[in-house]
């Protein structure tokens, strides 16, 4: 019997994902059900214990010491609450007194980019590092931090939110209520939008996404390339800012965005260089993440391990 077990939920405007994560971070079972994302709040708890039915009635489950929590946000791991803004039904909703009273375990809540953090610095890109920035690229930009070999979730669980920094002060106004944020310019949908509006057009299959830009870029386009170099100079502007803030020496990438590979991370080195430019800051680095679909589940079930106590505000 495992005695190091934990549970992990990774809750998304799609999906909710289940996992028994051991101390090795070994997935041992998943579950899985589709986030009834228009339904109300109910409705929404009701797939949540569904999970967790399914993962409580493992033979493993006795060996569970904790539930993590990693949520699509805004969240308020002060309070235990979310409010995910693709879950309408969510707002300030108590997940965690609900899960501990389904389950009648301690449990943690961070926010999705901590989370991805969390796994990175795990067992990922950011394993080793100290002081790191991990970033999610993709339909929006998220992100978490490492400071002092300990994740950084900061009192609501939401600091690192690295796709809300503005790097263009009299930029497009985001969705948010600022301007020129990282997300407005650097997110796969932006991307996307930008190289369209400067004439890139898709092939034949109509793909019009940030994966079918990145391709097009391989090939030789150059409004394609032009528009991740855009991308690329917002997240460097982004990571420079953060690195000259707390001293971080990583920036680990991951999300769809993040798999156009070359077509985004040499353009953001060669950019990096003209952001990051004290001494104590020229060693930053960028990785693409290594965790992958995985990174929110694993990060989940770091912030609910005993052995790194910082990676949550245990509510227990
Ligand atoms: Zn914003």
């Known amino acids: 019997m495992h005695s190091d077990l934990v549970a992990a939920l990774d809750i998304g405007g799609t999906k909710i994902a289940g996992a028994l994560v051991d101390g090795?971070?070994?997935?041992?079972?998943?579950?899985?059900?589709?986030?009834?994302?228009?339904?109300?709040?109910?409705?929404?708890?009701?797939?949540?214990?569904?999970?967790?039915?399914?993962?409580?009635?493992?033979?493993?489950?006795?060996?569970?010491?904790?539930?993590?929590?990693?949520?699509?946000?805004?969240?308020?791991?002060?309070?235990g609450t979310v409010s995910p803004v693709n879950v309408p039904g969510w707002r300030g909703y108590p997940l965690v007194?609900?899960?501990?009273?389904?389950?009648?375990?301690?449990?943690?809540?961070?926010?999705?980019?901590?989370?991805?953090?969390?796994?990175?610095?795990?067992?990922?890109?950011?394993?080793?590092?100290?002081?790191?920035?991990?970033?999610?690229?993709?339909?929006?930009?998220?992100?978490?931090?490492?400071?002092?070999?300990?994740?950084?979730?900061?009192?609501?669980?939401?600091?690192?939110?690295?796709g809300h920094i503005s790097v263009d002060l009299d930029g497009d106004p985001c969705p948010c209520g600022a301007r020129g944020c990282v997300e407005r310019i650097a997110s796969g949908p932006n991307i996307a939008r930008r190289a369209l509006d400067n004439g890139w057009r898709p092939g034949p299959d109509g793909d019009t996404t940030a994966a079918a830009v990145a391709a097009s870029a391989r090939a030789?386009?150059?409004?394609?390339?032009?528009?991740?170099?855009?991308?690329?100079?917002?997240?460097?502007?982004?990571?420079?800012?953060?690195?000259?803030?707390?001293?971080?020496?990583?920036?680990?990438?991951?999300?769809?965005?993040?798999?156009?590979?070359?077509?985004?991370?040499?353009?953001?080195?060669?950019?990096?260089?003209?952001y990051a430019t004290l001494s104590f800051v020229r060693r930053l680095t960028v990785a693409p993440a290594l965790t992958g679909t995985d990174a929110g589940l694993l990060g989940a079930a770091a912030a609910a391990t005993p052995r790194d106590p910082a990676g949550a505000t245990s509510t227990a």
Do not use: K, Q
């Not at 399914?54 to 929590?69: D, K, M, Q, T, Y």
């Not at 990571?239 to 993040?258: N, Q, S």
């Open 24 to 79: 090795a971070g070994g997935i041992l079972l998943r579950a899985r059900r589709p986030t009834p994302a228009r339904e109300d709040g109910e409705t929404v708890m009701g797939a949540v214990e569904e999970v967790l039915a399914e993962l409580a009635a493992s033979p493993l489950w006795p060996g569970v010491r904790a539930v993590g929590i990693g949520s699509a946000g805004p969240v308020d791991a002060s309070a």
């Open 97 to 162: 007194e609900r899960v501990r009273r389904a389950t009648g375990l301690p449990v943690d809540l961070v926010g999705d980019g901590v989370a991805m953090t969390a796994a990175e610095h795990w067992l990922g890109a950011a394993r080793g590092h100290d002081n790191a920035l991990c970033m999610v690229v993709s339909t929006g930009v998220g992100g978490g931090l490492v400071l002092g070999g300990r994740l950084h979730p900061g009192p609501t669980g939401n600091a690192g939110h690295i």
């Open 220 to 274: 030789g386009d150059p409004v394609a390339a032009a528009s991740y170099e855009r991308a690329a100079r917002a997240l460097a502007a982004g990571i420079a800012a953060t690195a000259t803030l707390v001293e971080i020496d990583i920036a680990v990438i991951g999300g769809g965005v993040a798999g156009a590979g070359e077509v985004l991370f040499a353009p953001l080195r060669r950019a990096l260089r003209d």
